[in-house]
């Protein structure tokens, strides 16, 4: 059929997202060893190539999770014929993590302090990841436990075949306690994979969250900028007219000069009156220009950040997905359960619009009842356009499947034909080219499964228009495309809208819901805002944390952090006010982090008398600041205090002597002192801890 291929990533959708389900160890055991080996073997040329790529960490990765399968296939299948092949991979992986395994340490650190920022981290929030252990177990699951457990069984399988009767109590006892044993061999060799499977959900539905913060930040910054665009608008055009009333006023102006020789004071008024005007106008053209200029910058950032994590998270999904699969961790029945789920939102569709219809044909409808019809059925589309776009992406990641699968079989048809591989070489190539051949057939089976649903489709279609508008959106001949009014009015769609719902109180349930949905919210918000402060995408950071406060008055935290983002964009008066109202919100918490950087705002609009209190305060709650000491040394410098200035310098050195700044401060200090000698002497320690030179100062010592 026509739109087969279509249908078929739904189907694979369905099939590979399905809730992840309590296996027992026999079900594990009864998985297909050969399944798992093409998995292990394909994460093995992953990291390969990642190795070469020196991108270590995710190499070591993909290294450690081939393990995991080639362990498993060790532990629940015993009798698995390629034994030299396993025993050979098992060994080659382990050694290749040992290879890389300090690179893979160093460059998880490297990347954890190039992610380190100024920022707060909210309670809750989500930490990053270590994925690179300590060391590297070279016997993989050969662990005591498992040790012991093998003895066990292979003493109890001893036991048994020394019964001369087989059928007696006691050899029926034996027998169930081989069971209990191998049951726990083979949970305790499937365990890392589970974890793993659950350990890639938590971080899927983690960034899916990021995600969609990321989304409602991005959204308000569109919103800002179609006002800021109205406002820029609207002042270009009440300029113009400004500029063209001068105009008209000086001719006036010169023709009456011309006649009498002289200007009316009224007419030079108003020409005085005008200029101020355009004048506030050019002020306000510029702001706004400006203004519009960062939301751009903001929305260019926000809209890569949501790439990236939308990247991430597919990537992510992909994996697990394949694990599932060859974990036997999916559900046929799903592929019914998908089309009834197309089917139940085409009759929510079209019940939005016979409502709409019958309420705009009420002449007695208020506005809100109007304005809620539309709203249902503004969401009943976007539900159908988030199912698509769902499709789709599942298309895709049917479509890279079969990419891969070719790709294999060429590389091992390579490998063949190259002459060079040795006996067990051969045998593993014939062991995963019946694996890919296999899955080529599973396939094949899932688009006859897909056919004859849609020939079924079809029949109840015939009498049911649900069904049949739903067979057309899987077919690919209606797509769900919103208009951007229908976008805006999403935005205000909110199931406690004081303008929609204005008599309804929510319950202390439903307020306790909300507060913790939006908790959470925020957590997503500052995690993202984090993560782009990182990346010096500081615009888009700032409208997250913006989006933070103005939805939680009480969010201090994320003041702090609007505070520190707007100092990087060189905005110390706006950063001043957010740190003073995170202090105000704080209320008797003791926040000497916010005093620390309300102080430093200050100092940078040179409020010097306001900055020195500010930085006092923070250390009265925090002694051990070497940074506050040098910020009340250059306050002290800038005021002439050069006695006190030192004082702080040398106990920031004091506090912590791996500080480059105060060692040159102290220079500086001692020369406007006249003490010369003292001042080379700092600078020499400055420049033996390895700070960089300074010319200017420099020729100050010299002459």
Do not use: C
């Not at 990533?9 to 998985?31: D, I, K, N, S």
């Not at 909210?122 to 690179?132: D, M, Q, S």
């Not at 029949?459 to 069904?467: C, R, V």
């Amino acid at each position: 059929m026509t739109h087969l291929r279509h249908l078929i990533g739904l189907v694979f959708l369905a099939l590979l997202t399905a809730p992840l389900q309590a296996q027992t160890p026999e079900e594990l055991a009864r998985l297909d060893p050969g399944g798992l080996y093409y998995q292990a073997w394909s994460l093995v040329k992953q990291a390969e190539e990642l190795e070469k790529e020196e991108d270590f960490v995710e190499s070591f990765t993909k290294y450690r999770k081939a393990r995991s399968f080639f362990d498993l296939i060790t532990i629940a299948h015993p009798n698995f014929k390629q034994k030299e092949g396993l025993k050979w991979r098992t060994k080659s992986t382990t050694e290749a993590m040992q290879r890389i395994h300090a690179s893979a340490l160093a460059q998880q650190k490297e990347r954890q302090d190039a992610g380190k920022t100024p920022l707060l981290e909210v309670p809750g929030e989500a930490k990053a990841r270590l994925t690179i252990p300590g060391n590297v177990d070279p016997d993989g699951l050969a662990s005591k436990t498992i040790r012991d457990l093998q003895a066990e069984i292979k003493s109890l399988n001893a036991d048994l075949r020394r019964r001369a009767n087989m059928r007696d109590a006691e050899s029926a006892r034996i027998r169930r306690q081989i069971q209990e044993r191998q049951t726990q061999l083979t949970r305790l060799a499937a365990s890392p994979l589970r974890n793993q499977v659950a350990e890639l959900n938590q971080q899927i539905e983690q960034l899916r969250q990021e995600r969609d913060a990321m989304a409602a930040a991005r959204d308000k910054a569109l919103a800002d900028q179609r006002l800021t665009l109205q406002q820029l608008a609207s002042t270009q055009k009440a300029l113009l007219a400004a500029r063209n009333e001068e105009e008209r006023l000086k001719a006036i102006i010169a023709k009456q000069t011309k006649i009498n020789n002289r200007v009316s004071e009224g007419q030079q008024g108003q020409i005085d009156a005008l200029k101020t005007t355009i004048k506030e106008k050019d002020r306000l053209l510029n702001e706004s220009n400006r203004v519009k200029a960062a939301l751009e910058t903001r929305l260019n950032q926000s809209e890569k950040m949501v790439t990236e994590l939308r990247q991430e998270r597919l990537g992510l999904i992909e994996e697990r997905d394949q694990m599932k699969a060859l974990l036997g961790m999916d559900e046929t029945d799903r592929i019914q359960n998908l089309i009834t789920q197309n089917v139940s939102l085409s009759k929510e569709l079209n019940e939005a619009k016979a409502n709409l219809e019958l309420v705009q044909q009420d002449a007695n409808a208020s506005k809100d009842k109007i304005l809620i019809a539309k709203q249902t059925l503004v969401v009943a589309k976007a539900k159908i356009q988030n199912l698509q776009k769902s499709d789709m992406q599942s298309k895709l990641r049917m479509d890279r499947l079969q990419k891969r699968l070719q790709q294999a079989e060429n590389d091992l048809l390579a490998q063949l034909n190259g002459g060079t591989l040795n006996k067990r070489g051969k045998e593993e190539v014939a062991l995963l080219r019946g694996v890919i051949d296999k899955l080529k057939a599973k396939i094949q089976a899932q688009q006859g499964a897909a056919e004859l649903l849609l020939k079924q489709g079809e029949k109840l279609g015939a009498n049911d228009q649900n069904w049949k508008d739903a067979l057309s959106r899987i077919n690919g001949d209606e797509k769900i495309e919103l208009t951007v009014e229908e976008m805006e009015l999403i935005e205000k769609t909110s199931p406690l809208s004081p303008s929609l719902e204005s008599n309804i109180t929510p319950s202390p349930e439903e307020l306790a819901a909300g507060t913790s949905q939006l908790r959470a919210a925020n957590k997503n918000l500052n995690t993202v805002a984090r993560r782009l402060f990182a990346k010096g995408d500081f615009q888009a950071s700032r409208g997250a944390l913006e989006l933070i406060v103005d939805q939680d008055p009480g969010a201090w935290e994320a003041m702090i952090n609007l505070g520190i983002v707007q100092l990087r964009l060189e905005d110390p008066t706006a950063a001043t006010k957010q740190f003073e109202q995170s202090i105000l919100v704080a209320g008797d918490r003791k926040i000497p982090y916010a005093h620390f950087m309300l102080g430093d705002s200050l100092y940078r609009v040179e409020r010097f008398e306001e900055a020195e209190q500010e930085i006092r305060r923070s250390l009265s709650f925090e002694p051990q600041n070497a940074l506050a000491h040098i910020l009340l040394g250059n306050i002290a410098g800038k005021t002439n205090r050069f006695d006190d200035a030192e004082f702080h310098f040398q106990e920031a050195i004091a506090q912590d002597p791996n500080l480059l700044e105060p060692y040159v401060n102290l220079s500086i200090i001692s020369l406007r002192k006249g003490q010369k000698d003292k001042a080379r002497k700092y600078y020499q320690r400055y420049l033996a801890k390895g700070g960089a030179a300074r010319p200017p100062l420099e020729t100050r010592l010299i002459n």
